[in-house]
């Protein structure tokens, strides 16, 4: 994949899934990484994979919800390779709970990591990349971003959160005339370690939600998903839509309106296995 070689890509979250694939595509078209995750392990798993491929990298630990740390954090990557070219703000977490039963401290957990973390690295990074000349922001929405489901409040607010913030600033980049592109990314299932990692109200059996999630609605690789964004980021879209569950849901929402809401509710009522 052309489009790459030389640039310097931050990518968070970048210990599992996505974020991972997303560095060693990057890594294999000839980016410099700066990769970063809370997971430690995985994200030196991520970081032997990227030598092994030969790029040049930089690991650290960082909580994206952590705003003074990501701040000096960007700073340090600058430093270390002289400019930053992208920043993937892709690191997240999932959580199910209807709003009846889900408490305070579980949605704000997830708009924390989720959107917060989103505003943290677009914000710590950006002067770096208007800086640079050659920027590019891409933020880590996901279907549930275009359409709301039960069950998914927190993550459904954190994600429509993260479209109308990075849409926003696409078209302020144009009307300021920075030189930096931005892309918002909405994925459907992708096969990874998302809804083991996740969490749920009071009462829900995470692990059969997780059952449903890794049998029924993640369907593509993370590989592939990388692929795709990476195709998406160097033709400057400002949408990527990932999978063609997202491409027909997508289409399915804008057709129906707002009645959209009772088809899926009747649709999740039946994927969802009862309560413990
Ligand atoms: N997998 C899917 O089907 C899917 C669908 C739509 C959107 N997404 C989004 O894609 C992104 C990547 O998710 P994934 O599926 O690869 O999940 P994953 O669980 O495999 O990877 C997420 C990574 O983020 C890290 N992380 C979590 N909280 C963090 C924090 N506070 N600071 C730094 N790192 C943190 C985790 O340790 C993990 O390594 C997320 O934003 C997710 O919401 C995923």
Known sequence: ????????????????????????????????????????????????????????????????????????????????????????????????????????????????????????????????????????????????????VPGQAAYNAAKFAVRGFTEALRQEMILAQHP????????????TAIARNATAAEGLDAEQLANVFDKKLASMSPRRAAVVILDGVRKNKARVLIGNDAKVLDALVRITGPHYQRLFAAFTSRMMPPPK
Do not use: C
């Open 180 to 191: 930096v592109k931005v892309t918002t990314v909405h994925p459907g299932g992708i096969k």
């Open 1 to 148: 994949m052309d489009g790459f070689a030389g640039k310097v890509a931050v990518v968070t979250g970048a210990g599992s899934g996505i974020g991972q694939a997303l560095a060693i595509e990057l890594a294999r078209s000839g980016a410099k990484l700066a990769i970063s995750d809370v997971d430690t392990e995985g994200l030196a798993a991520t970081e032997e994979r990227l030598k092994a491929i030969g790029a040049p990298v930089k690991a650290d630990r960082l909580n994206v919800t952590e705003r003074e740390a990501f701040h000096l954090y960007a700073d340090e990557v600058k430093n270390h390779f002289g400019k930053v070219n992208q920043i993937y703000n892709n690191a997240g977490i999932a959580f199910t709970g209807d709003v009846e039963i889900s408490q305070y401290k579980d949605i704000e957990r997830v708009m924390d990591v989720d959107f917060w973390g989103v505003v943290n690295g677009t914000k710590a990074f950006l002067p770096h990349l208007i800086e640079s000349g050659d920027g590019h922001v891409i933020n880590v929405s996901s279907v549930f971003g275009l359409f709301s």
